[in-house]
């Protein structure tokens, strides 16, 4: 259990938890910073004057914090809620998706592929979009903006995001609006 003897008794049910970054560096308020990536992004100094007591300026400061937890994308525990950065290996310059040729030995077959990584129930995973070796440039932009839509819906979804809809990458646009069909030449 986390030592709360230097919060003031009447806030002490609403930081039991998590402190929302908010510390009582005096008598006269409390204060909320909220770092993301080393940089203080927001927060300040609630006066227990201005707000009418300590538990109302307590409830200002952890309202900001979880107004700047929701528009930095940040868990309740206040950690990132997916990687921002790029991985060394994508060559894609794009986070969550990376670009690379692929040997399968038992068919001695070589193809390319796009993958998109994502999270579910906090486990990594990732869905990859093969290509022939002797893929056409549109074959290759269509799995790459195919790959693009599904980190990018999944970033706006997170927990409602259903990945079973992108078994059709192969015969539909799944990143235009409507979804039309691709052409019965495609693939040829």
């Known amino acids: 259990m986390p030592d709360l003897s230097h919060i003031p008794f009447e806030v002490r049910d609403l930081l039991a938890e998590t402190r929302y970054g908010i510390t009582f560096p005096c008598d006269s308020g409390c204060q909320m910073r909220f770092v993301h990536r080393g940089v203080n992004r927001g927060g300040g100094f609630y006066a227990y004057s201005q707000y009418g007591g300590v538990r109302p300026a307590v409830k200002a400061a952890i309202e900001d914090n979880l107004m700047l937890r929701k528009k930095y994308r940040r868990k309740a525990n206040g950690k990132p809620t997916?990687?921002?950065r790029i991985t060394p290996?994508?060559?894609?310059?794009?986070?969550?998706?990376?670009f690379a040729h692929?040997?399968?030995?038992?068919?001695d077959v070589y193809s390319w592929r796009y993958q998109a990584f994502w999270r579910k129930d906090s486990k990594p995973r990732s869905r990859t979009f093969y290509l022939q070796w002797d893929a056409t440039p549109d074959q290759h932009l269509h799995a790459f903006r195919t790959a693009l839509q599904f980190r990018k819906e999944w970033e706006a979804l997170l927990g409602e995001?259903?990945?079973?809809?992108?078994?059709l990458w192969c015969t539909h646009?799944?990143?235009?609006?409507?979804?039309?069909?691709l052409p019965d030449d495609f693939w040829d």
């Open 102 to 107: 692929d040997y399968d030995r038992r068919r």
């Open 89 to 98: 290996k994508g060559a894609l310059g794009v986070v969550g998706l990376s």
């Open 82 to 84: 997916y990687r921002y």
């Open 173 to 181: 646009r799944l990143y235009e609006p409507g979804h039309p069909r």
């Open 161 to 167: 995001f259903d990945p079973a809809r992108y078994t």
